[in-house]
T-cell receptor
Framework: KAGVTQTPRYLIKTRGQQVTLSCSPISGHRSVSWYQQTPGQGLQFLFE???????NKGNFPGRFSGRQFSNSRSEMNVSTLELGDSALYLCASSTSGATDTQYFGPGTRLTVL | AQTVTQSQPEMSVQEAETVTLSCTYDTSENNYYLFWYKQPPSRQMILVIR??????QNATENRFSVNFQKAAKSFSLKISDSQLGDTAMYFCAFMKQGAGNMLTFGGGTRLMVKP
């Protein structure tokens, strides 16, 4: 079975722009979660989508949004980029249960200049 | 809210020896799951081991085992027969049962295995 895939792997943007990151979960997985990893704040939960609905949301500003499609693929969007948004964005998928092991993708490295 | 603390920012171990990574957590929940994830230099987060809080038996996966002390809210990872490929960041993580798939991570421990 193919693992979680994320595209693009690397991205460079400038302040004020917006960006969309994509995540394709493991086949059969219906839950997709997003995390931000930075040297200063560590790993922080952004949000989780299950069956096209946001099931959980972390403590991030409204500039961070996401969605999930009927095939379970998910996108996250960051608008009005700030320098502090530079991070590794990790996507994780799990089957469907309310509590389930998450399997991570390789991440998207976003650099904001 | 839950918090996860890893008190050892960096550790090193000689190849073939045993090392233990510490993790403590704080929660008022009774039902939850605990995980150890490994993140090598490639940055791919890999599941090492999972423990259900309702299970008294400590989880084991080949060379990896945990010491789960629920009352003490402690969840340490023991790596036996350390290998060079074990060099990585190790993250302890907490997930509340029944609340969706949302992990709370510790700050990580950087483990270096020396030849």
């Amino acid at each position: 079975k193919a693992g979680v895939t994320q595209t693009p792997r690397y991205l460079i943007k400038t302040r004020g722009q917006q960006v969309t990151l994509s995540c394709s979960p493991i086949s059969g997985h219906r839950s997709v979660s997003w995390y931000q990893q930075t040297p200063g704040q560590g790993l922080q939960f952004l949000f989780e989508y299950f069956s096209e609905t946001q099931r959980n949301k972390g403590n991030f500003p409204g500039r961070f949004s996401g969605r999930q499609f009927s095939n379970s693929r998910s996108e996250m969007n960051v608008s009005t980029l700030e320098l502090g948004d530079s991070a590794l964005y990790l996507c994780a998928s799990s089957t469907s249960g309310a509590t389930d092991t998450q399997y991570f993708g390789p991440g998207t490295r976003l650099t904001v200049l | 809210a839950q918090t996860v603390t890893q008190s050892q920012p960096e550790m090193s171990v000689q190849e073939a020896e045993t090392v233990t990574l510490s993790c403590t957590y704080d929660t008022s929940e009774n039902n939850y799951y605990l995980f150890w994830y490994k993140q090598p230099p490639s940055r791919q987060m890999i599941l090492v081991i999972r423990q259900e809080a309702y299970k008294q038996q400590n989880a084991t996966e080949n060379r990896f085992s945990v010491n789960f002390q629920k009352a003490a809210k402690s969840f340490s990872l023991k790596i036996s027969d350390s290998q060079l490929g074990d060099t990585a960041m190790y993250f302890c993580a907490f997930m509340k049962q029944g609340a969706g798939n949302m992990l709370t991570f510790g700050g990580g421990t950087r483990l270096m295995v020396k030849p």
